[in-house]
């Protein structure tokens, strides 16, 4: 048998009283595409924090590769897309810093980019299709954008693994496709990708695989699977099963409408 790319043991995680992990396990292949769903609250920033070695786990353990996450991070292995809420937008850095970001494994303790890492960065950017912004700070670009950019640092990183926390969430049809044909031809090339999104109509065309997350895992199988109305209930409660899924585009069990998903929205209707 193969060591696992992203192996989850019995992982449990407490915020003082709060359970957010209760014994979660999970156990995925390299060069999958699995799709993380549950409802707001159900752990799944935490479990992305848990594999990042970010938060450390109160009971259980995580292995990247069969080494630790610190360890897996340390050779610039995990690219990290975060949900929006945990980055800081006024942060003055440009689109190209945010990319080369991803090349400071590569660089000396100097930090002076190299012939190289510029054009690790420049391929980058141009595969997310974010050339022309390259100078703008990052807070000034649509949703969509800012998730392209995150996953920009991930390729110019050359990861070998792609954590993607809602990349979804309030952004435009195109940059949605975009990512979703990147994250496809990453895969291909080997790389590993879990991506929790509340586009359940999206999951089977993203996915290879998908898991239902509640504080444990419920249930982890192909997307067809997951989506069968039982099963989401149980992850969602049982009035799913008398709801229709959300409509393509509308990213149920979002309520927050936010200056750039606006913007997103505005960049997709022209
Ligand atoms: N920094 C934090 N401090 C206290 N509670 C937190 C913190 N982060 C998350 N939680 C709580 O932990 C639970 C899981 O949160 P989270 O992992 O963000 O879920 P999800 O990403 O699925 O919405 C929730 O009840 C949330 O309120
Ligand atoms: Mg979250």
Redesign the pocket.
């Known amino acids: 048998m193969s060591t696992p790319a992203i192996l989850v043991e019995n992982v449990t ?1 407490h ?2 009283e ?4 209760d014994s979660a396990s999970l156990s995925l292949d390299a060069a999958r595409i699995c799709g993380l769903i ?12 848990v594999i990042m070695g970010m938060i450390k786990p109160d009971a259980g353990r995580v292995l990247i590769g069969g080494q630790s996450p610190s360890r897996a991070r340390k050779e610039g292995g995990i690219g990290y897309v975060p ?1 929006s809420e945990d980055v800081d937008w006024q942060f003055p850095l440009s689109v190209r810093d945010v990319v080369m970001m991803g090349r400071y494994g590569h660089q000396g303790f100097t930090r002076r980019p190299s012939k190289a890492d510029r054009a690790a960065v420049d391929e980058a950017l141009d595969r997310v299709e974010l050339g022309e912004y390259a100078g703008r700070q990052i807070g000034q670009l649509s949703g969509g954008q800012k998730k392209r950019a995150f996953v920009a640092r991930g390729i110019a990183q050359g990861a070998t693994m792609m954590l993607l ?2 990349p979804f969430a309030g952004v435009d049809k195109r940059s949605e496709a975009t990512i979703t044909r990147l994250l496809r031809e990453l895969a291909t090339d080997g790389c590993t990708i879990l991506i ?1 999104t509340h586009d359940l109509h999206a999951l089977p065309e993203l996915c290879d695989e998908a898991v239902l ?1 509640m ?1 444990r895992v419920l249930m982890h199988g192909a997307p067809e699977l997951v989506l069968q109305p039982e099963n989401l209930a149980m992850a969602f409660g049982l009035d799913v099963l008398n709801r229709p899924l959300p409509e393509p585009g509308t990213h149920g069990g979002h309520k927050h409408h936010t200056a750039s998903a606006d913007a997103a929205s505005a960049e997709n209707r022209g």
Not at 38 to 49: A, E, I, R
């Open positions: 995680v915020y003082g709060v359970l957010a992990l549950g409802m707001n609250g159900s752990g799944k920033s935490t479990l992305f924090k949900q926390d809602e929790s997350l504080r």
